[in-house]
């Protein structure tokens, strides 16, 4: 019988650290050609503000495969219950066998996000900085602050959310983990205030003004993940000096870009990189200070291969 690794256990395990270091090395393979990814499964339950994803890649290289099915049910907080959860059935790569199956409720899922984003702000943020502000108070809004610690110091965070309920409780959180966090009457107010901008709403209009953004700020907007989500509005691409996606086909397909190139804001040849390829070294990142960047990130099946079969080794040892 194959292992059954609860989420206490994968908890314990996957750190922030961990999670940057593999989902790093995840890019690099990536830009350097050696991952393999089907496209993506999203199943939309509208009748519950839900959906599905169903992601899986393989990584030459890493020894197993994962299949991830993720769920998002928006509705759930006011139930008690969480909004995202989900599983991944760990294959080994050599042989198509089982390895495991992993019941991280979601966990690996949204700590792999948060080191996506800590990945693209280490390669397209400025150096120095000093506030970090956030939109949205979920669990997205604190695996991007704590994953980008790994790669930044920063004093401060500035949050402001659509639900205004969970943001007190969210910055109280962030509070007791020891940053200095204010709640922002707007997302305005947050833009106005941010060197690193993060987006992690399921929103499908679009909250941030291409207009708010401060001259060298970078945006990792991580929210849009399936058909018909967006944050940010047009001008922030007419604005930025880089864009930068973590795979192109799945972005132009369902994520922020999807808006700018229908909107006719952009083309692929607008398009900077894929992360990947900053990472290994095949192209540049941000080039100055004064430089607007934005990463958008739909999250790859990648980066789900490559965080399982990590955790799956650090607990076997």
């Given at each position: 019988?194959?292992?059954?690794?609860?989420?206490?256990?994968?908890?314990?395990?996957?750190?922030?650290?961990?999670?940057?270091?593999?989902?790093?090395?995840a890019f690099k393979a990536d830009g350097e050609g050696r991952t393999?990814?089907?496209?993506?499964?999203?199943?939309?339950?509208?009748?519950?503000?839900?959906?599905?994803?169903?992601?899986?890649?393989?990584?030459?290289?890493v020894p197993h495969i994962a299949v991830k099915v993720a769920s998002g049910f928006y509705d759930n907080p006011s139930k008690g219950l969480p909004s995202g959860s989900g599983l991944i059935a760990l294959f080994d790569a050599a042989t198509g066998l089982p390895a495991a199956l992993l019941l991280d409720n979601g966990f690996l899922t949204d700590i792999r996000t948060g080191a996506a984003g800590a990945v693209a702000?280490?390669?397209?943020?400025?150096?120095?900085?000093?506030?970090?502000?956030?939109?949205?108070?979920?669990l997205q809004a604190r695996h991007q602050v704590r994953c980008?610690?790994?790669?930044?110091?920063f004093s401060r965070v500035v949050a402001w959310s659509p639900t205004r309920d969970r943001l007190d409780d969210y910055c109280a959180e962030l509070a007791m983990d020891g940053y200095d966090v204010a709640a922002a009457a707007s997302a305005e107010e947050v833009c106005a205030a941010a060197d690193?901008?993060?987006?992690?709403?399921?929103s499908r209009a679009a909250l941030i003004n291409g207009a708010w953004l401060r001259e060298g700020v970078h945006v990792s907007a991580v929210g849009s993940d399936s058909p018909g989500k967006r944050e940010l509005d047009a001008e922030c691409f007419e604005l930025a000096d880089l864009v930068v996606v973590d795979r192109y086909g799945q972005c132009?397909?369902?994520?922020?870009?999807?808006?700018?190139?229908?909107?006719a804001l952009l083309t692929r040849r607008d398009v900077h990189a894929e992360l990947g390829e900053i990472v290994c070294g095949k192209k540049s990142g941000r080039a100055s200070d004064t430089q607007i960047t934005i990463a958008d990130l739909t999250g790859?099946?990648?980066q789900d291969t490559a965080i399982a079969s990590a955790a799956f080794e650090w607990l076997r040892c």
């Open positions: 019988m194959i292992p059954i690794i609860q989420e206490d256990a994968l908890r314990a395990a996957v750190t922030p650290e961990r999670a940057v270091a593999v989902v790093r090395e393999h990814v089907p496209s993506v499964i999203n199943l939309e339950i509208a009748s519950a503000r839900g959906e599905f994803h169903v992601k899986t890649a393989h990584i030459e290289g702000a280490d390669c397209l943020a400025r150096r120095a900085i000093d506030t970090v502000g956030v939109i949205g108070s979920g980008l610690r790994v790669v930044r110091a690193v901008l993060i987006t992690t709403t399921p132009a397909a369902f994520g922020e870009l999807k808006h700018a190139l229908d909107a790859v099946g990648f």
